[in-house]
Each structure stands twice: as structure tokens, then as C-alpha cells.
């Protein structure tokens, strides 16, 4: 069986700074992954969205262009990557298809995104039994939990920026987890303007999935909004 690194919503170019650094720790930790899953909203497009745009922010196409510095890095640190369509992301073909824009004209992921061989974009991916999709469709602190139900599989998601971890649901016969991933994004960037108010604020992190047994890391921030330098792993040896 495999061990899964599952990274959420790094919505480029608003993440948070200490992110790469983060995820650089958790693999040196690991060792090595089998497979990596980016769980979607890599890209933001703040510009693209159906709300306001921020008229001091980045144009749509000088947002791309600082999304794509930040997904080169990605690539860099991680060739191989599965990742999951999702609703940031898929913005320039919403766009397309409300503005009447046929197929034809447009360009996929992997080619708008300058994106390597080693990584691809589905719907959603299957590991060990496991899925892994965006998260759409449920909102709140139990969203992964009803996804594992709808699916009657174990389900891992991110998309919910402001709960993460690990929630089980048995019947007589199985035995599902929600997991929520959190979110690497950087709240205090403009284009999360829209939480300021909200009590749930962000919780940043990432999951790994280890012969199928979920594992939630947070990301801890210190008052200055920086990372700590060091992750805190809870460690259950299975015998
Ligand atoms: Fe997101
Ligand atoms: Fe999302």
C-alpha cells in the first residue's frame, strides 16, 4: 500500500509564503511519497471570479503570470502530481462558457499552466481505495464526512479553507473517514478579503494518507503570521 502526500488550496500567487518550506519539511520527514495528490485551487484567479474584483489588485493576466511563478516552484519541488480539477481553477472556462466561448478556443490545464509531463488534472483520484476530489458540493466543518458518505468511500478534501482533520462514520457493514486538508493560502492577501469578518479563520496544513490511515499536519503560525520552522507529527507505529 502507498503513502500519500495530500496538499490543499495553495490558490497561487495568494499563498502563504512559508508554504514550500512547510511542505519541504514534511517530505524530508516522510522520505519519499508514492504519489502526491494536489487536492485543487492551485490557482486562484481572483480577477476571474463572479465577485467584485479588486481594483488595486492584479489584472486577470498579470495574476496568471505571478500564479504561474508560484507553480513553477511546485514543479520544481514535485514533478509527479495528480491533481483535482476544482472551482478556482476551472474559472477561465466558466468565464468562457457564460460569455458563449466554445471548447474549441481554449487551451487545457495542462498547457495554460506551463505545467510539467508528471502532472495531471482529473476529477478526482483513487488511491488504496481512497478518494480524493476538491470537495465541492458540501460546505462546513463536516463536508468530508458527507462527501465519504455520498461516495461510500473514504474521501480526502480540501476547498473548505477554515476546518481541516479527520472525521469516521461506520454502518454495520464499513467503516469511511472525511478528510479535510485545510488550506495553505495566506488570509491576510486581498483576495480573502471576503473572511475578514468570519470567525473561521483558515486552518493551513496538509494530510498524509499511509496505507490508507489519514494523518492531518498543521501548518502551526506563530502571531506574526509566520510558520514555526518545524511540523508536529503525531506518530502511531501499526503493528
Ligand atoms: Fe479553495
Ligand atoms: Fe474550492
Not at 12 to 28: G, S, T
Not at 107 to 121: I, M, Q, S, V
Not at 185 to 200: E, P, V
Not at 215 to 238: Q, S
Amino acid at each position: 500500500m502507498a503513502r500519500v502526500l495530500a496538499i490543499p488550496d495553495t490558490q497561487y500567487p495568494f499563498a502563504h509564503r512559508d508554504h514550500l518550506n512547510f511542505l519541504k519539511e514534511v517530505n524530508k520527514y516522510y522520505g519519499k511519497f508514492d504519489h502526491i495528490v494536489h487536492l485543487g485551487d492551485e490557482v486562484d484567479f481572483h480577477a476571474l471570479g463572479n465577485w467584485d474584483h479588486d481594483p488595486d489588485g492584479y489584472s486577470a493576466g498579470d495574476e496568471l503570470k505571478a500564479a504561474l511563478k508560484d507553480m513553477h516552484k511546485l514543479y520544481e519541488m514535485f514533478p509527479k502530481v495528480m491533481v483535482c480539477t476544482s472551482n478556482h481553477t476551472a474559472r477561465p472556462f466558466r468565464k468562457a462558457f457564460t460569455s458563449g466561448i466554445p471548447k474549441a478556443f481554449l487551451r487545457d490545464y495542462h498547457e495554460f499552466l506551463e505545467a510539467p509531463k508528471g502532472w495531471e488534472w482529473r476529477e478526482y483520484w483513487e488511491v488504496d481505495g481512497v478518494r480524493y476530489e476538491h470537495g465541492e458540493g458540501f460546505s462546513g466543518m463536516t463536508a468530508a464526512k458527507k462527501s465519504a458518505i455520498g461516495n461510500m468511500q473514504s474521501t480526502v478534501i480540501g476547498h473548505i479553507h477554515s476546518h481541516a482533520g479527520i472525521l469516521y462514520w461506520a454502518n454495520e457493514a464499513s467503516l469511511l473517514y472525511g478528510f479535510n486538508c485545510g488550506c495553505l493560502i495566506d488570509r491576510h492577501k486581498y483576495a480573502f478579503a471576503y473572511g475578514k469578518k468570519m470567525k473561521d479563520k483558515p486552518i493551513l496544513g496538509c494530510g498524509v494518507i499511509e496505507d490508507g490511515i489519514p494523518t492531518f499536519i498543521p501548518m502551526i503560525l506563530n502571531k506574526r503570521n509566520r510558520w514555526i520552522g518545524k511540523i508536529i507529527i503525531p506518530h502511531v507505529k501499526i503493528k
